[in-house]
């Protein structure tokens, strides 16, 4: 059996740190300084952490191979199943040409771009996230972006900057179930404290899609519409995760946040809008376009533009029906106690031929990781497929239509499918070998200035992996163990893990790959990487300084149990 050596340099945590970094060192190099492609980067970085795993660590060879399988094969599935899925049911719309209608509905609500940011990117952004998930959320809002008027590039940075605020309570409530499974802590009170955390950027994520979709000019104009928003989406989120569910919070505030948006442009109309709306119409015909006549969003299937403007009743119901019923399956999936019970039942547990059973953890326990779980039918995916089928069926779309798109858009993800399956390739042997939980060994070592950094273990486990579940399975019990050792609250830094996971989620390869499929950005992943990464790094400093002073001068904030 292989237990790995959390020190395997020289006896020394620092450098064998510093080399268990090398293959994220790649990634970000690769992406942003040398702008590669992502799958290029995304293979570089895997056969760097396969010789780090082999050579420094003394993994037997084996096993880093069949490490890599495995993680492809989660990369695959579920990964990649739900994305291809999320983005095959949009096209479905653009094929029956129901696209346009739901621009026209939009357009209905407001036809101010950065209005349409905050209600697209971040509302109904935030409700994909509580009910689905696993880069579902950025795929659909980016194409519904691309649907109203915006660039690619814009598209795709807006919706991953306001795929943060609800990521920590996503999934109902996932990465904190997870994380309270993990360390024994009850998870409604890891909940309660990250919503004394996540709640403070949640307020001020929709000013900053302002900027992004209009600068300054923009903020100037729509601060009371972005802060109501944000401030609406905060406090609900506060008040859910503290005294009514942990599971519905983002379910909640979303509702709540739409509401509010709604309700305000009732009886407020920001200036500036059609200024907005030039810029963006300008911006758009210096892109590249695709050919005259069709409607190609995010690369998707053409089909013939539509003259006819005067929504009816129905036409409205139409147009929303797909996005009705991914929210009405996927609340019944999660809500419905008897029917989420069948579904998980329906799981198959795949121990990994010739892994599971030779693999330790640093602390002697097999490798739970090493079972791989077949979600044929529990998987977001495969709601998802069903959804599309449905509504393939209710447009009336032929099953060789529906077929025809299935296989085009398979066609057109094949890149993406190979850099998701090789990060998650890298994140299983970064994981299995050891390196990772010794960088993390390392960072926790600094004792009470731990509180200030423990996010950053979050932040990086959510960029390698494209997810804050995999973030807490693979730090929260290093966090609870760091912070008995040095004497602070260990629900505080699990909590801080989970909500560093937040603003990670937009750098990580897999999220970018999704980003850039679905505005038709192929091979420009390094270019939304540099756009983004500020971000990230801007609102993890912010973190880092919260929960520090969360565990001193701000413990006053933090719920006891």
């Not at 509580?130 to 919706?159: D, E, K, N, Q, S």
Request: neutral net charge; contains cysteine.
């Amino acid at each position: 059996m292989y237990t790995p050596d959390l020190a395997p340099l020289a006896g020394s945590l620092t450098l064998s740190s510093l080399v268990a970094l090398l293959p994220l060192l790649t990634i970000f190099l690769t992406l942003g300084v040398l702008r590669w492609k992502a799958h290029w980067a995304g293979l570089a970085a895997l056969v760097v952490a396969m010789l780090v795993a082999a050579v420094v660590y003394g993994m037997p060879v084996d096993l880093v191979a069949l490490s890599a399988t495995e993680g492809l094969a989660f990369g695959l599935f579920p990964i990649m199943w739900i994305v291809l899925n999320a983005i095959w049911l949009y096209e479905l719309t653009v094929r029956s040409g129901r696209f346009e209608d739901l621009r026209l509905v939009i357009d209905a609500i407001s036809d101010d771009p950065r209005v349409q940011a905050i209600i697209i990117a971040f509302c109904f952004g935030g409700l994909l996230e509580a009910l689905a998930g696993f880069g579902a959320p950025v795929a659909i809002t980016g194409v519904m972006l691309m649907a109203v008027g915006f660039t690619a590039m814009r598209a795709a940075t807006v919706v991953l900057l306001a795929n943060t605020a609800p990521v920590a309570f996503g999934a109902i409530a996932i990465p904190i179930i997870t994380a309270g499974n993990l360390t024994g802590i009850p998870y409604q009170h890891i909940g309660a404290i990250i919503g004394h955390q996540a709640p403070f950027f949640a307020a001020v994520v929709p000013l900053f899609l302002v900027f992004l979709v209009d600068g300054k000019r923009g903020v100037k104009q729509m601060w009371p519409l972005a802060l109501v928003v944000g401030l609406t989406f905060a406090i609900s989120q506060f008040v859910s995760s503290n005294f009514i569910s942990v599971e519905l919070t983002d379910i909640i505030a979303s509702l709540a946040g739409l509401a509010a948006a709604v309700i305000m442009l009732q009886f407020w109309t920001p200036e500036g809008g059609k200024d907005a709306l030039e810029k963006m119409r300008g911006e758009r015909e210096t892109e590249q376009a695709g050919p005259v006549g069709t409607t190609s969003a995010g690369g998707a299937v053409a089909t013939t533009a539509r003259t006819d403007v005067r929504l009816t009743p129905g036409r409205v119901l139409m147009a929303l029906f797909p996005y009705l019923l991914v929210i009405a399956i996927f609340s019944a999936s999660k809500l419905i106690p008897v029917l989420s019970s069948a579904l998980a039942a329906t799981d198959i547990k795949i121990p990994w031929p010739g892994l599971d059973g030779q693999v330790l953890t640093a602390d002697g326990e097999l490798a739970g990781s090493t079972v791989y779980a077949f979600q044929w039918l529990s998987s977001p995916g495969t709601l998802l497929l069903i959804t599309g089928i449905i509504v393939a069926i209710v447009y009336r779309l032929s099953l060789r239509d529906a077929a025809d798109v299935y296989l085009t858009n398979l066609v057109k993800l094949r890149y993406s499918i190979l850099t998701v399956a090789s990060v998650l390739a890298l994140a299983y042997v970064m994981n299995l070998s050891g390196q990772t939980i010794t960088i993390g060994t390392w960072i926790a070592g600094t004792g009470a200035a731990f509180a200030f950094l423990s996010p950053i273990l979050g932040w990086l486990g959510t960029a390698v992996t494209g997810s804050d579940t995999s973030a807490n399975a693979l730090f929260a019990t290093l966090q609870q163990t760091a912070a008995e050792k040095a004497g602070l609250d260990p629900a505080l830094l699990v909590a801080a893990n989970t909500s560093g996971g937040v603003v990670g989620k937009m750098i990580s390869p897999q999220n970018l790959t999704i980003a850039a499929t679905a505005v038709g950005l192929l091979g420009q992943e390094s270019a939304i990487f540099r756009k983004v990464i500020w971000w990230s790094l801007g609102m993890l400093a912010g973190l880092c300084l919260l929960v520090g002073l969360q565990s001193t001068v701000l413990s006053w904030m933090i719920p006891t149990l």
